[in-house]
């Protein structure tokens, strides 16, 4: 089967760096998304990974890694606004988007 | 431009009622797809249409669910005899083509209460 595992909650505090980890396990991989998503909204997109290596966007990196199955998001100088549910999503083999649970992220002041 | 829009926003329905759950997906994309959301978990994918293709109903949980797409835009997502279980945000996404890097594209979603 199909499967993406991401921590459930993390937490930290205002002005720090956070990294949240994605693992996937899919039918053949056609690139690796990552959405916020504020409670009661939307899932918005953040970035989009395809090659190995790290894509840098302002205060958030992604990184992937296809061999080892693996992803993370890096969130800089956190803000009280990133706190926010962050979903991994894989497209597979059929260029079928396969989500993950979401990560909440709490942030502290 | 006009994001994806939903309608109605929220809908509170009988056990036992039908309802109709509206996407106006952006204009020019020929991808939209049809998510479910429970309060706390992630996106369940419920189908997924591309152009002129036959749609992916592979997520659809029962056959009391169904969804078509006029014209290629407007998409409606009909659940019929409704249940409790049914009970969820419902999420429609749309984007440029299928492939490769093009992101989805969400509405705001509709809210369904099944009492």
């Known amino acids: 089967g199909q499967n993406i595992d991401q921590p459930t909650e993390m937490t930290a505090t205002e002005g720090a760096i956070v990294q949240i980890n994605c693992t996937y396990q899919?039918?053949?991989?056609?690139?690796l998304f990552w959405y916020q998503q504020h409670a009661g909204e939307a899932p918005t997109f953040l970035s989009y990974n395809v090659l190995d290596g790290l894509e840098e966007k302002g205060r958030f990196s992604s990184f992937l890694s296809r061999s080892k199955g693996y992803s993370y998001l890096l969130l800089k100088e956190l803000q009280m606004k990133d706190s926010a549910s962050y979903l991994c999503a894989v497209k597979d083999s059929n260029y079928q988007l396969i989500w993950g649970a979401g990560t909440k992220l709490i942030i502290k002041p | 431009g006009a994001g994806v829009s939903q309608s109605p926003s929220n809908k509170v329905t009988e056990k036992g009622k039908d309802v109709e759950l509206r996407c106006d997906p952006i204009s020019g994309h020929t991808a939209l797809y049809w998510y479910r959301q429970s309060l706390g978990q992630g996106l369940e994918f419920l189908i997924y249409f591309q152009g002129n293709s036959a749609p992916d109903k592979s997520g659809l949980p029962s056959d009391r669910f169904s969804a078509e797409r006029t014209g290629g835009s407007v998409s409606t997502l009909t659940i019929q005899r409704t249940q409790q279980e049914d009970s969820a945000v419902y999420l429609c996404?749309?984007?440029?083509?299928?492939?490769?890097?093009?992101?989805?594209?969400f509405g705001p979603g509709t809210r369904l209460t099944v009492t």
């Open positions: 996404a749309s984007s440029q083509t299928d492939d490769s890097s093009y992101e989805q594209y």
């Open positions: 899919t039918s053949g991989f056609n690139g």
